[in-house]
């Protein structure tokens, strides 16, 4: 394995504005109160504090009231819980104790039932339910729909993670691209988000090509640079799913070459991200019977996108303190970490 004898996160250079909510630490607060009234923090409330997610939710949420921020300063507590014990899980070789969570909570959103007392005592399911129906009574139809889709790929991603961390090498750079788009977690977020701001496109705008590569570029964005930021975790207890790590793997190349490599494919994915939202709107307006109110919706859909570009930037530099724990660093488990937590009832 290679080395990381320095590091230091490079200035990605995003050429965008954001502001934040000015209730994001209130929802920071309460989504702490949150996770730990469902028992998925029973200790450590203070580091998951610091993780930030009202932050967070604060700088991507846009102007919207404060039960928007708030929902989803929850849901990313919920996230962030849900990928830390997943993580402990492959670290004591428990992997196969997720399914009966994944299943009640994908269970859920195809029939709005959880099957199995056991998986619906777990806190897990029973902090998504909570979550899921007030997230799905703000959202419309289409929006519900492709949040339905996106959460059970965010939870086979992470089953994909568990499969590259038990293989001899890590997984093709490519393909770990494609997987981590949805390991992110982001694609959910932006479904509330989108909501949130009042913004339901159409299905045929989702399903043009210059709509997806945007969002494609927005998550290798987001991701990539997340990749840099959880560096130091990641290489210290052996995890290869990480960008840095793979072009390290399969370039042969050190860790802070990489870490440049990484850097410069950033740079890359937004100068794409500036010609694919110019090829975008000319796409929607050559729609047929398209009407300038599409158009407007395109466009504030668009600068969400930046918004979560840039605020996912400045919260992990200047707001969550999760990447610079001594304990993340050193690879180590978060303190708050339910070890019991996938088997409570």
């Known amino acids: 394995m290679a080395q990381l004898s320095s590091f230091s996160v490079p200035d990605f250079h995003l050429p965008f504005g954001n502001s934040k ?7 920071n607060a309460e989504a702490t109160s949150w996770v730990l009234q469902h028992e998925l923090v029973t200790a450590a409330a203070e580091q998951f504090s610091g993780i930030g ?8 949420s846009g102007d919207v009231a404060y039960e928007r921020v708030l929902l989803l300063a929850e849901w990313m507590a ?9 993580d402990h899980l492959i670290r004591t070789g428990e992997v196969a104790a997720w399914r009966p969570v994944t299943d009640a909570i994908t269970g859920y959103l195809r029939t709005g039932r959880i099957e199995g007392a056991a998986a619906g005592r777990n806190p897990l399911v029973t902090g998504f339910v909570d979550l899921c129906d007030r997230i799905l009574a703000g959202m419309s139809e289409g929006t519900a729909a492709r949040y339905r889709a996106h959460v059970p790929l965010m939870l086979d991603s992470l089953d994909q993670e568990a499969s590259n961390r038990a293989a001899t090498r890590g997984p093709g750079v490519q393909e770990y691209v494609l997987m981590r788009r949805h390991s992110s977690q982001i694609l959910p977020m932006m479904d509330m988000v989108e909501a949130g701001l009042g913004i339901d496109l159409p299905q045929n705008v989702h399903d043009l090509p210059e709509f997806q590569a945007l969002v494609a570029s927005v998550l290798d964005v987001i991701s990539w640079g997340n990749d840099v930021f959880s560096l130091p975790k990641e290489h210290a207890c052996g ?3 990480n960008l840095v790590s793979l072009i390290s793997f399969w370039e042969g190349c050190s860790l802070p070459d990489a870490v440049q490599a990484v850097e410069g494919r950033i740079q890359e994915r937004i100068e794409q991200y500036l010609t694919e939202e110019e090829r ?3 796409a929607v307006i050559a729609l047929p019977g398209t009407e300038p109110s599409l158009v407007d919706a395109v466009t504030r859909c668009v600068r969400s996108y930046e918004d979560w570009m840039i605020g996912a930037d400045l919260w992990q530099r200047y707001e969550c303190t999760r990447y610079s724990d001594e304990r993340f660093a050193a690879g180590l ?3 708050y970490t339910r070890p019991d937590l996938v088997s409570a009832a």
């Open 333 to 335: 488990e978060s303190a």
């Open 280 to 282: 975008l709107i000319q």
């Open 53 to 60: 997610v009202g932050h967070l939710a604060g700088r991507v």
């Open 239 to 241: 995890d290869t799913n």
């Open 21 to 27: 909510h000015p209730d994001a630490a209130r929802a």
């Open 78 to 86: 919920w996230s962030f819980v849900l990928d830390d014990q997943h």
